[in-house]
């Protein structure tokens, strides 16, 4: 409809355009969305989470977006800005960027008769975690003032949605996180938020982004120092998301290592966002101990995925964790009060709706336990 509009009505919308950018004001409506949810196919149904939410906002604005949007990139390109490893929406540069450049790093290590590590990272929710007031600051470290920047912080303030199932709308609620989603202008808003995550890494490992998508190598004929850098990238990555309020998917990032050398070769170990370990899942396995004594007399089962916490307590000695000798007391007081508890081994759950909350659970249960450090523990730190 906007393209066949007359002459005379293109010269109006140019005009009232040009009263938004130079008067500083951004019209309410065009700050309301409308989501339609769309169900991701073969998913749960009754989880909200399994639903794709639909952004629809005025098209007004989105050519006034497009507008800007060619202002900032134009800016982002001329003052070099973002990172040359970006190639998420740029003019000429496209997901084969990433691919080819870890397709030739795969076969140049193959030539060399060296290892390749790869990690692959996906970020959580990543429109939505976006800090609006960490891209202000990234413009205003980028020397942008102007109009272009006061337009940015309008377009993002005080944004509202609302839901539509069928014939039903929910009540408007605020966005008060993140960058609008279906918005021309916010893939380049958040290319600038996430471009320097590029510069947290050491110089012996290379990185990729494309948006949201981001990976890093390593190339090296010695997996021990592909570790430790690798470990390095991975802290420094970790750090920088917690100040800015990214957060990594631990089930969805994932590492390969890619090699021709003959013979067996140990998968390197590298740790991110610190998974539950036995310390949590102890402590979770008290908890649940606890639970039982508060219901009826009777026959449970525990069931616990981590294997070094049955391990302890079946041969437990005076250097054991403080936290063993407490759930082998709380079991065997239940036991005399007529309780039968076993505990059982499972698999890893990862990806199974409701394992990964309790994971969760265990995981900030043990962030109160204040037990003072026992000798065990300290010896393994001091020697590792």
Aim: hydrophobic share 40%.
């Amino acid at each position: 409809m906007i393209q066949h509009l007359s002459t005379d009505s293109q010269k109006h919308l140019l005009y009232m355009y040009n009263r938004i950018w130079n008067e500083h004001y951004f019209p309410a409506s065009w700050k309301r969305a409308l989501i339609i949810p769309i169900h991701k196919p073969d998913k749960d149904p009754s989880n909200p989470s399994n639903y794709r939410p639909i952004d629809l906002t005025s098209c007004l604005c989105k050519l006034l977006e497009k507008i800007i949007n060619h202002r900032l990139l134009y800016f982002l390109e001329v003052n070099n800005l973002l990172h040359s490893s970006q190639s998420g929406f740029r003019k000429g540069r496209s997901t084969l960027d990433n691919l080819l450049a870890l397709e030739t790093d795969i076969r140049l290590s193959f030539l060399q008769r060296k290892h390749l590590v790869a990690i692959f990272f996906d970020i959580e929710k990543a429109y939505d975690h976006t800090w609006r007031y960490g891209i202000l600051k990234d413009l205003f470290d980028f020397n942008m003032r102007g109009n272009l920047p006061i337009f940015i912080q309008n377009f993002l303030q005080l944004r509202k949605f609302q839901v539509r199932v069928g014939a039903e709308l929910s009540d408007f609620y605020v966005q008060d996180e993140g960058v609008p989603q279906g918005s021309v202008l916010s893939v380049t808003l958040f290319n600038i938020k996430v471009n320097n995550i590029l510069h947290q890494l050491p110089s012996t490992v290379k990185g990729h982004l494309y948006v949201d998508d981001l990976y890093i190598s390593c190339t090296e004929s010695r997996m021990n120092f592909i570790e430790r850098q690798l470990q390095t990238a991975v802290n420094s990555i970790q750090k920088w998301s917690l100040t800015n309020g990214f957060t990594f998917s631990v089930t969805k990032t994932a590492g390969v290592h890619f090699c021709r050398k003959r013979g067996l070769h140990l998968d390197p170990e590298i740790k991110l966002n610190d998974p539950c370990n036995p310390l949590s899942e102890m402590t979770a396995a008290l908890h649940a101990l606890v639970q039982i004594s508060n219901g009826p007399c009777g026959c449970y089962i525990i069931y616990i995925d981590s294997l070094s916490v049955l391990q302890s307590l079946q041969s437990f000695h005076y250097h054991s964790h403080p936290l063993v000798f407490e759930v082998l007391d709380f079991y065997y007081r239940l036991y005399s009060r007529g309780f039968t508890v076993l505990f059982c081994w499972v698999t890893a759950h990862v990806g199974i709706s409701g394992n990964e909350q309790a994971d969760k659970a265990a995981k900030s249960a043990a962030h109160f336990f204040n037990a003072s450090i026992p000798a065990c523990d300290l010896k393994k730190t001091y020697k590792n």
